[in-house]
């Protein structure tokens, strides 16, 4: 199995000289990297972190917004044999101090534009830590590959730890090794029509697993180009889909949801005969789906050309995507693949293939290497149970903490606390998360996800959060916290706005069983609830936010 230093010095060796990352940085202009001068670079950087005294399993950090040069400090890191801790730059001073003391970087990387923060962030920390820029253009000879620390590292040895947030106590460290990256880059890889003539559009942010496996060392190996934009406003995302002529780009459900509401609210809004014309040809278009005729392109270009006119599919990842949305698209001309994983996997498990390879509602089969299984759990219903996976993808353990390691890697299965069920030709599908599940009195068990995918049918709610409200009978009642679409006119007092919510919460729910419908709900007080990078809403934020009003408290969830 081979190492994350052999995995680049592969893809330089068989595309050398076409560029690999590129994206215009804010005060630098266009930045343009091939292959060959990634790992020139990135040897440059290795050098000066080795004669730092930087050796094999040292922890470096990296903080940096996605750039070209994100992956100068990934693999320079590597190559000097060293540990990279990937940093989230959205974090607080004090997040960011807790990881960092945690894992006992000895260096932190950063770039032009947060080279003040990272400043900062050594001065608060209690021991020195050394400061490198990934943004230098110096460049140096890499081989022979064996010079380096890096080379000397085996497929069981470390190359990253994923770290969570949280400003105090123990935020929980994923170790991964090279083996496990490598390998889940190549077998990630291997089902996907990709190659020289693709650009990746990246969105997602590089230091969480999905985007530096698949939207990185993915177009790496395969010869495709990386774009990274400078901003992630809908129009400057639009406008370099057309320009850079994407073909591919990573994305979190809320995207695909925020681009499916635009392309239907335009479509609607233009009003007479063309949303006549419009509502037919869509609801024949969905229809054919049925029996595997996709009419999208033809009868929408539409929609593509103002989309992302060179675009051949989306991958969907870090939540579950609604089928609903995914499904309007495809009939619209824009295919979306969901995929399924975890930080702890490296984190692809999963994945549906473009064209008949894609089956809606589904994460898709295991990928080459994988294996599956689904384990009795407390109230699923038949054939549903706990997913646990294996591969040499699974990670190493949690740092520093045996116990949750134990606890969660048992036998060689990793635990993944999702609960699914696997049907056809190996395709799974996510029922919800265990953590999240919501028991009633009568002991049933409601998947907060399903309801929310039924609430986020309603062009009234920007989003919605679904969670369990402690009943005084015993058990859990449905509980929905709504955000208002800013486009939302809802007149009158603030009784009359709930009323017109709850009408439309009675309504939406109404497709439900009874025991799933929603008992109560609030309107959040802000235009957004807390989300991670990757988008997905923090529903403990959620909740600690509700026990601060004065109609809650800490006993209500």
Not at 379 to 396: D, F, Q, R, S, Y
Request: hydrophobic share 45%.
């Amino acid at each position: 199995m081979e190492t994350l230093i052999q995995l680049i010095d592969c893809a330089a060796r068989e595309f050398p000289d076409t560029v690999a990352l590129e994206g215009d940085v804010e005060g630098a202009g266009r930045i343009s990297l091939t292959r060959t001068a990634l790992v020139r670079r990135a040897a440059a950087l290795a050098g000066r972190l080795v004669a730092a005294g930087v050796g094999p399993d040292d922890p470096v950090a990296l903080l940096s917004p996605n750039r070209p040069e994100w992956a100068i400090g990934y693999f320079a890191t590597l190559l000097a044999g060293g540990v990279l801790i990937p940093l989230d730059v959205n974090l607080r001073t004090g997040e960011l101090s807790n990881i960092l003391g945690r894992s006992g970087a000895v260096v932190l990387l950063t770039d032009g534009t947060k080279l003040e923060d990272a400043r900062d962030l050594a001065m608060a920390l209690s021991a020195p830590i050394q400061l490198f820029r990934i943004d230098e253009p110096v460049e140096a000879d890499i081989h022979p590959l064996a010079n380096w620390p890096g080379a000397k590292r085996s497929a069981g040895d470390l190359a990253v730890i994923s770290f969570s947030s949280g400003t105090t106590g123990a935020p929980k460290g994923v170790m991964l090794t090279h083996g496990n990256i490598a390998s889940n880059a190549r077998a990630t890889a291997a089902p996907f029509p990709c190659g020289e003539q693709d650009v990746f559009l990246s969105v997602l942010p590089l230091h969480h697993m999905l985007e530096s496996t698949a939207g990185l060392l993915v177009p790496l190996i395969k010869g495709a180009r990386v774009y990274y934009l400078a901003s992630l406003n809908p129009r400057v995302m639009n406008e370099a889909m057309a320009r850079e002529k994407i073909s591919i780009c990573l994305m979190v459900p809320a995207l695909a949801r925020l681009m499916h509401r635009r392309i239907m609210t335009a479509a609607t809004e233009a009003g007479g005969l063309k949303t006549i014309v419009f509502k037919a040809l869509f609801a024949l278009s969905r229809a054919m789906l049925a029996i595997g005729l996709r009419l999208g392109s033809t009868f929408f270009p539409q929609v593509r050309e103002r989309v992302a006119p060179s675009l051949r599919y989306f991958v969907s990842g870090g939540a579950a995507l609604d089928p609903v949305i995914a499904r309007d698209l495809l009939a619209l001309g824009i295919e979306v693949i969901q995929g399924y994983g975890l930080t702890e996997t490296s984190p692809v498990t999963h994945a549906n293939r473009p064209g008949k390879g894609n089956r809606i509602g589904t994460v898709g089969p295991p990928i080459d290497g994988v294996e599956v299984k689904i384990a009795p759990a407390p109230g699923t219903a038949v054939g549903e149970g706990e997913i646990l996976i294996k591969g040499p993808n699974v990670m190493k353990g949690y740092f520093g903490n045996p116990e949750l390691t134990e606890e969660i890697l048992q036998d060689g299965w990793f635990h993944t606390g999702d609960i699914g069920r696997v049907g056809r030709g190996g395709y799974l599908t996510i029922c919800g998360r265990s953590k999240n599940v919501i028991v009633t009195e009568s002991g049933k068990n409601i998947y907060p996800e399903e309801v929310e995918a039924e609430l986020a049918r309603s062009l009234m709610f920007s989003s919605t959060c679904v969670i369990g409200r402690k009943s005084p009978r015993g058990g859990e009642d449905v509980f929905a916290v709504v955000v208002l679409d800013t486009d939302a006119e809802i007149a009158g007092t603030e009784a009359d706005r709930e009323d017109v919510v709850w009408a439309e919460l009675t309504r939406l729910s109404s497709e439900l069983a009874d025991y799933k419908r929603v008992s109560d709900f609030v309107i959040w007080p802000g235009e957004e609830m807390p989300r991670t990078t990757t988008l997905k809403i923090k529903r403990e934020d959620v909740k600690a936010v509700l026990c601060e009003m004065p109609q809650y408290s800490y006993k209500d969830f």
